[in-house]
C-alpha cells in the first residue's frame, strides 16, 4: 500500500469516526425529534453580537435558537418601488427563531400560532439581552406590561407568528440616563450659582453687622460681671462679716425663745384690757340710764322770772 493511499485511508477513518460521534450526540440530544416552529420579531435596536444559532430563552430555559436576521425592507419588500426599489434605511430588523413547539401548547403545529397570539396579548415579549461581560447576545422572550410596550403597528404582514419587542435592559437604562441628561442640561445652574452668590453675601454682611454688636455688648456684660464679682469678693472677705453672722444667729436664737412668750403675754393683756373696756362700758351705761330717768321724774323748777323759762323747758 502506497504512502499516498495510506493517507486516503487514514482521513476517511477520521472523517467517518467523527460523523458516528456526532450522530450519537445529535441523537442523543433529540434535536432531531423535536417539532419545532418559526417566531419572528422586529426590532430597532441595534443587534451587534447576535448570530445565526444564538440561544433563544424563555424565562431563562433554552426554548430554541436563531435561524435568520435581516432587513424588513429585504424581506418585506415594497412591490410599488418598482423593479429597482430604494433601501429604507429606517428599515427594523428582522429575527426569526426555531422554538420548540411544545413550550407554547400542544404539539399540533395548528394550535401554536393561536398560543403565540394569546401570550402577545398577555404581554409576551421578546428583548435583547447580553450573556454577561463576555458573552454574546441572545433573544429572551418573557412577559411585560402590554400597556407600556403595545404592540407595533406593522407594513408588513409576518409570515411567521409575530412576538413584539420590547427595548432591552440597558437600553432603558441608557434611555433613563439620557433623559437625566437632558433635564440637567434644561438647568440653569449659572443663574443658580449668582444667587446662592448673592444670598451668601447678604448673609455675610447681616451676619458681621449683628456679630459685631453682640461682641460688643458681650464685652460690656463681662466687663460688669467682672466688677459685681469683684465686690462681691470683697464683701466676702470682710472681716466683720463672720461677727455679722454670728451676732444675726444669736439674735435670731433669742427672738426664737422669747417671741412665743411675748405673743402669750400680749394675748393676756388684750384679753385683760377688752375686759375692762367692757365692764366700764356697761357701769357708764347704767349710770346715764338712771340719770335720763332722775330727769323725767323731777323737773327743775328755780323762784322768780325763771320759773316761766323753766316751765316752758320742762314743756
Known amino acids: 500500500m502506497t504512502p499516498s493511499t495510506e493517507l486516503k485511508v487514514g482521513a476517511f477513518v477520521i472523517a467517518s469516526v467523527s460523523l458516528l460521534f456526532g450522530g450519537v450526540i445529535a441523537l442523543g440530544s433529540g434535536r432531531f425529534f423535536q417539532e419545532t416552529q418559526v417566531l419572528e420579531t422586529s426590532t430597532h435596536e441595534s443587534v451587534d453580537g447576535l448570530q445565526l444559532g444564538s440561544p433563544v430563552k424563555y424565562r431563562g430555559v433554552p426554548i430554541g435558537e436563531v435561524s435568520e436576521i435581516s432587513f424588513a425592507d429585504r424581506l418585506y ?114 443663574g443658580m450659582g449668582a444667587d446662592l452668590k448673592d444670598a451668601l453675601a447678604s448673609v455675610d454682611h447681616l451676619l458681621n453687622g449683628r456679630v459685631d454688636q453682640m461682641l460688643a455688648h458681650a464685652d460690656a456684660f463681662i466687663a460688669e460681671l467682672g466688677k459685681s464679682n469683684q465686690m462681691l469678693q470683697g464683701v466676702l472677705s470682710n472681716p466683720n462679716l463672720a461677727s455679722t453672722l454670728d451676732h444675726t444667729s444669736a439674735l435670731a436664737a433669742d427672738l426664737r425663745a422669747t417671741l412665743p412668750a411675748a405673743v402669750r403675754q400680749y394675748g393676756e393683756f388684750g384679753a385683760e384690757l377688752n375686759a375692762l373696756v367692757s365692764g366700764e362700758e356697761y357701769d357708764l351705761r347704767r349710770l346715764l340710764s338712771a340719770l335720763r330717768e332722775t330727769l323725767e321724774r323731777r323737773p327743775l323748777v328755780h323762784p322768780g322770772p325763771h320759773a316761766t323759762v323753766s316751765e316752758d323747758a320742762s314743756s
Open 77 to 190: 419588500p415594497d412591490h410599488d418601488d418598482g423593479e429597482n426599489p430604494e433601501f429604507d434605511y429606517g428599515s427594523p430588523v428582522i429575527i426569526r427563531m426555531k422554538v420548540r413547539v411544545d413550550v407554547f401548547g400542544p404539539t399540533r403545529s395548528e394550535l401554536f400560532t393561536k398560543d403565540i397570539e394569546r401570550g402577545v396579548e398577555q404581554g409576551l415579549r421578546a428583548r435583547m439581552r447580553s450573556a454577561g461581560l463576555t458573552g454574546g447576545i441572545f433573544v429572551e422572550l418573557d412577559m411585560a406590561n402590554p400597556r407600556e410596550f403595545p404592540p407595533p403597528v406593522l407594513a408588513y404582514m409576518p409570515e411567521y407568528p409575530f412576538v413584539p419587542s420590547a427595548p432591552s435592559r440597558l437600553d432603558q437604562v441608557i434611555a433613563t440616563i439620557e433623559r437625566i441628561s437632558n433635564s440637567l442640561s434644561r438647568v440653569d445652574f449659572e
